[in-house]
C-alpha cells in the first residue's frame, strides 16, 4: 500500500502569510506536520482552496511535500466564514485531482470542519479513510462568541456528522477531548490526543540583550510580550488592563504587542488595533504599550527571547502554539486557565495559569515573575525542557504515524528522503546541544570539580558502559590516563572497567553478566574514589549493580544519562541527563561531554587555593610540567 497522504486544509495553507485575521496555527500545524512526515517516508498532498488567480495548481514546496490550489469559488481571499458554499466544488475538483494521479492516498487527514466535510464526502465516493482534526469546534465558538459568529448555522451538525464518518479523529488536548465526548456525543474509542508542536530549529533560547538590541526595543527594563492574532477572543484588552495595574509596583514594565493584519506602518487600519489603542490611552499608559504590527516568522524568536514573560489570555484556546514557541524560547508564559493553554503550561513550573478576562489576577502572576530572577530562571531551564520533551512537531509526527498505520499495513519505508534525514540529524544534533547548555552546564561543572578533587586528594576514577558507552568509557580514560590538552603531564589514574577481554568474558560465561562491572568495582575501589557510569538508558543491569557497589564502598557515583535518566538516575550523586530520547544523540553529547570533563580535570590541576601543598600525585605533574619547560601553572608550587 502507498505512504501518500492528503492533508485537507481548505482556509489555511502553509504558504500563506502568517499573523492575517484567518492566517495562525493551523497554517503552521499543517505545514509542519507535513514536512515531519515527509522526512518520516511519506509522500504529502496538502490541498487547500486557490485564492488567487495566478497561485499555480501544483507547488513542490519541499521534498516530498506538494501544495496542491484546488478551484473552489472566486479565486481571491474570501473570510472563511464565506467558504462553506463552495466546499462541495471543493470535494468535487479535489476528487478529480485525486482520480488523476497514480497512485491510491493511504488516507485523508482533514483540518478545520470544512475540509472534515469534503472529506466525509470523498470517503462515500473513493472509500478512502479520514482522520480530522478540528482545531476549534462551533458549539465551543457559540458558547464565548454567540453575538459575533457568523459562521453558517448547520456547522455543529455537519461536525456532528463527521464526527461520526471520521475512522479517527484527532483532539489537541484533554479540553479538546472532553469537548468532543461531551458536548458532541463522539465515539471515545476514535479519539486519539495529540498535541501542537513547535520546531526547535525556529525556536530556541536566545541572548535577551542581543534580541533586545536587535528589535531595538530598550536595554533595560521589563517587557512583557503578546503575540499572536489580534482579534478580541484574543483577550489583549485583559493584557493592556492588567499593565495598567502592573505598573504601580513595576513602573518600567512595558508591554509590547505584535500581531495584526497589518504591518506597523499601517496598523491604523486595523479596528482592533484602533480599540486596543483607545484603551491604553485611557488607562494613561499608552507610552508603555507598543504595537509592533505583523511580523515575520523567523523575527518572532527575538521577540519572545527579548520579553521576561509572555503572555496569553484568550477566551477559549482551541491549542495555542505561541505559549509553546514562548516556552522554546525560554520565556514563561502567564496564560489563561483555558483549552490547550491550561495543559502546555505547568502552573507554578513554567508559568501560571490565571483565568480568562482577569486583569487583576494576571498582573499578580506577571508581576510575581518579574519580581523574582530566581523564579524567573528556574521557569526558564523548566519551560525549555518541557516543550522539547512534549512538544516537538517531529513528536507529533511520530504520534500520528501511530494513528495512520492503523489504515496501511506496511512498515515505513527503509529509505525516504536521505538529504532530508542527514540534514534532520544535524539539525537534531545542534538542538540538544543546544539544550544540553541550558540545562547540563552546573551539572558537568560540580561533575569537573569532583573529578578534580579526587585526583588532587590521590583518589582514581573507575569507568563504564556497554556498547557505545563501552567505547566512550575508553575513550575518557585514554583522555586522562595519556594525556589530552596539557602537554606533557604525568598519566591520571582512570580505570575502564571494559578494558579487560578475558575478566569480561570469563564472568559473563562463568558466572553472571551483570555482575561483571561490579565485580572489578569491589575489587579497584576505595573510598573517596568515583565511579563514572554511561548509560543511554540509565536501566543496564550491570551499571546498577556497579553503582550499588560503588556505594556500599563510599565512592561517589557520576552518570552521563539520557531519556528519563533510568533507574540510574535515583543511585547518582551527580547525575548529567541529556535532555533527548534519541540514543545516537545522547551518545554524542557523552562524548562531547567527555571532552568538557577532561578539560575542566585538566585546568583544576593547576588550580589550587594559595599555600596548600599539593598531593604527591599533583607535585610529580608539577614537577615533570616544569622540567619540560611548561612554567605556565597559575599556582605552581614554589
Ligand atoms: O552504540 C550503540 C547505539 O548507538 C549501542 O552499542 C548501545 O551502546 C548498546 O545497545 C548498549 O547496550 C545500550 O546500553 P545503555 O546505553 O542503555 O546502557
Ligand atoms: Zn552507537
Redesign the pocket.
Known amino acids: 500500500m502507498s505512504r501518500t497522504i492528503a492533508l485537507i486544509s481548505e482556509h489555511a495553507s502553509p504558504l500563506a502569510v502568517l499573523g492575517g485575521v484567518d492566517s495562525g496555527g493551523q497554517n503552521i500545524y499543517v505545514g509542519e506536520l507535513a514536512r515531519q512526515l515527509a522526512s518520516l517516508g511519506y509522500s504529502v498532498d496538502i490541498f487547500t482552496r486557490r485564492d488567487e488567480v495566478k497561485l499555480p495548481a501544483e507547488v513542490h514546496w519541499l521534498s516530498g511535500v506538494r501544495v496542491v490550489h484546488v478551484d473552489a469559488g472566486p479565486a481571491e481571499p474570501l473570510p472563511k466564514e464565506e467558504l462553506f458554499q463552495y466546499m462541495d466544488e471543493f470535494a468535487a475538483s479535489m476528487e478529480a485531482f485525486v482520480q488523476s494521479q497514480p497512485y491510491r492516498y493511504m488516507l485523508f487527514h482533514a483540518n478545520f470542519w470544512m475540509s472534515g466535510y469534503v472529506a466525509m464526502l470523498l470517503k462515500e465516493r473513493l472509500a478512502i479513510p479520514f482522520v480530522v482534526t478540528f482545531h476549534a469546534l462551533g458549539k465551543v465558538r457559540l458558547m464565548h462568541q454567540r453575538e459575533t459568529d457568523r459562521f453558517p448555522s448547520e456547522r455543529c451538525e455537519v461536525e456532528t456528522q463527521i464526527m461520526q464518518s471520521a475512522d479517527a479523529i484527532i483532539a489537541e488536548c484533554p479540553q479538546d477531548e472532553a469537548d468532543l465526548t461531551e458536548l458532541y456525543r463522539a465515539d471515545a474509542r476514535k479519539i486519539t490526543m495529540i498535541p501542537c508542536g513547535f520546531s526547535p530549529h525556529e525556536f530556541h533560547p536566545i541572548d535577551q540583550a542581543y534580541a533586545r538590541m536587535l528589535l531595538d526595543l530598550p536595554a533595560t527594563g521589563k517587557i512583557i510580550l503578546q503575540l499572536g492574532r489580534m482579534v478580541p477572543r484574543k483577550g489583549i484588552d485583559t493584557v493592556i488592563e492588567s499593565l495598567a495595574l502592573l505598573q504601580k509596583n513595576l513602573p518600567d514594565a512595558r508591554l509590547v504587542i505584535v500581531g495584526g493584519e497589518y504591518e506597523k506602518a499601517h496598523l491604523h487600519a486595523d479596528q482592533e488595533y484602533r480599540r486596543l489603542r483607545k484603551l491604553s490611552e485611557t488607562l494613561g499608559i499608552a507610552d508603555a504599550v507598543s504595537f509592533e504590527g505583523r511580523k515575520n516568522r523567523e523575527q518572532l524568536k527575538y521577540y519572545y527571547a527579548a520579553a521576561d514573560v509572555f503572555v496569553s489570555t484568550p477566551w477559549y484556546e482551541p491549542f495555542g502554539i505561541t505559549p509553546l514557541e514562548a516556552m522554546a524560547c525560554g520565556t514563561p508564559v502567564v496564560g489563561a486557565n483555558v483549552g490547550g493553554i491550561q495543559y502546555s503550561v505547568a502552573n507554578g513550573k513554567t508559568g501560571f495559569l490565571v483565568p480568562p478576562k482577569d486583569p487583576e489576577a494576571l498582573a499578580r502572576k506577571t508581576g510575581l515573575i518579574l519580581k523574582n530572577n530566581d523564579l524567573r530562571r528556574s521557569m526558564r531551564q523548566k519551560s525549555i525542557a518541557r516543550v522539547n520533551e512534549c512538544f516537538t512537531w517531529k513528536r507529533v509526527a511520530e504520534q500520528m504515524d501511530v494513528v495512520y498505520r492503523r489504515f496501511g499495513s506496511q512498515q515505513p519505508e527503509a529509505v525516504g528522503d536521505n538529504r532530508q534525514f542527514v540534514r534532520d540529524a544535524f539539525y537534531e544534533a545542534a538542538d540538544t546541544f543546544r539544550l544540553s547548555a541550558e540545562s547540563l552546564t552546573d551539572a558537568i561543572l560540580h561533575a569537573g570539580d569532583t573529578l578534580s578533587a579526587t585526583f588532587k586528594k590521590g583518589g582514581k576514577v573507575l569507568v563504564c558502559g556497554n ?2 558507552s563501552a567505547a566512550e568509557s575508553l575513550h575518557f580514560s585514554a583522555e586522562l590516563l595519556g594525556r589530552f590538552e596539557m602537554p606533557k603531564r604525568e598519566g591520571l589514574p582512570v580505570i575502564s572497567l571494559v578494558a579487560d577481554t578475558a575478566m569480561l568474558t570469563a564472568w559473563s560465561n562463568d558466572e553472571c553478566f551483570a555482575d561483571v562491572f561490579a565485580r572489578q568495582v569491589a575489587a579497584y575501589g576505595r573510598p573517596g574514589d568515583v565511579l563514572v557510569c554511561l548509560s543511554t538508558s540509565g536501566n543496564s543491569a550491570n551499571i546498577l549493580k556497579a553503582m550499588d557497589k560503588a556505594k556500599q564502598l563510599g565512592m561517589e557515583c557520576i552518570t552521563l544519562l539520557g531519556k528519563d535518566g533510568g533507574q540510574a538516575k535515583a543511585k547518582g550523586s551527580i547525575n548529567i541527563v541529556i535532555p533527548s530520547s534519541n540514543t ?1 544523540r545522547i ?1 554524542e553529547m557523552h562524548l562531547h561531554i567527555i571532552h568538557l570533563l577532561c578539560s575542566m580535570v585538566e585546568r583544576g590541576l593547576t588550580d589550587r587555593p594559595a599555600g596548600q601543598r599539593a598531593s604527591p600525585l599533583l607535585q610529580n605533574i608539577e614537577i615533570s610540567a616544569r622540567k619540560n619547560g611548561k612554567t605556565s601553572h597559575k599556582h605552581a608550587a614554589p
Open positions: 556498547g557505545g545516537q551518545q
